[in-house]
């Protein structure tokens, strides 16, 4: 917040703010607070903003809109939300063709299928596209330098793994799909993971549709 603060004193920017027009956001299905991310991108950029929500209710999606809707009861903000709107639909071509024709831009988040699902449908010539396609990544430890940590220091280390690993369960970007360990302190790694077990029991719950995918997917 404070570094974009610093870009907003820096270049004049509420002066100087030039939108390109409606922009169209089409956030994840399995992440639930992207669609928030995206619409600050496209207000600060001075665009109209369509998001379309997750259509999966998330608990935290739902607590954002209902932040929103307190705000936008405020008189000071009443310009601000009129330069967006929120949206939820069942996944539906039609809708997002009609949606895509009359925008003059597009952020699509969601990985390879919708990604080539979106430049399917008419655009406007001068139409500029933003993918977000699929991506993945690893985690390397070391094993050795693991082994330097203290027991806080490592049930911290196991928590910030589980937030990145399990919240999404390993569908987001930066959800490690592999780890890599480097050096041969097996002690170290073993104690890792005994941190992490506890963590998976006592929060993770993993339902035998997402157990069926992720066999298939190995």
């Known amino acids: 917040l404070s570094n974009i603060n610093n870009i907003l004193k820096k270049y004049n920017f509420f002066k100087n703010r030039f939108g390109r027009g409606s ?12 669609f928030a991310y995206s619409l600050v991108f496209g ?12 259509s ?3 608990f935290q999606t739902e607590i954002l809109c209902k932040i929103l809707k307190k705000l936008s ?3 000071n903000c009443k310009k601000i939300f009129n330069k967006f709107v929120l949206v939820r639909y069942d996944n539906s071509d039609l809708i997002s063709s009609e949606l895509s024709k009359n925008a003059d831009g597009r ?4 990985g390879d299928k919708t990604v080539n699902k979106f430049k399917s449908f008419n655009t406007k010539p001068r139409c500029v596209d933003i993918f977000f396609a699929d991506r993945y ?10 082994n330097k940590l203290n027991n806080y220091e490592y ?18 970007c930066s959800s490690p799909t592999c780890v890599f360990w480097l050096g041969k302190n097996n002690l170290a790694k073993k104690k890792f993971w005994n941190e ?3 963590l998976v029991n006592s929060k993770y719950n993993l339902e035998l549709s997402g157990a069926n995918k992720k066999i298939t997917n190995i």
């Open 23 to 34: 922009i169209l956001h089409i956030a994840p299905s399995n992440v639930p607070t992207t």
């Open 43 to 54: 207000m600060l950029s001075g665009n109209f903003n369509i998001i379309r929500l997750p």
């Open 56 to 58: 999966k209710k998330f």
């Open 73 to 75: 009861q405020k008189k």
């Open 107 to 110: 952020i699509i988040w969601g």
């Open 137 to 146: 990544s690893v985690s390397l430890i070391d094993s050795n330098k693991l």
């Open 155 to 172: 049930k911290v280390l196991a928590q910030k793994f589980y937030n990145d690993t399990y919240t999404m369960d390993q569908n987001g």
């Open 196 to 198: 992490l077990i506890k």
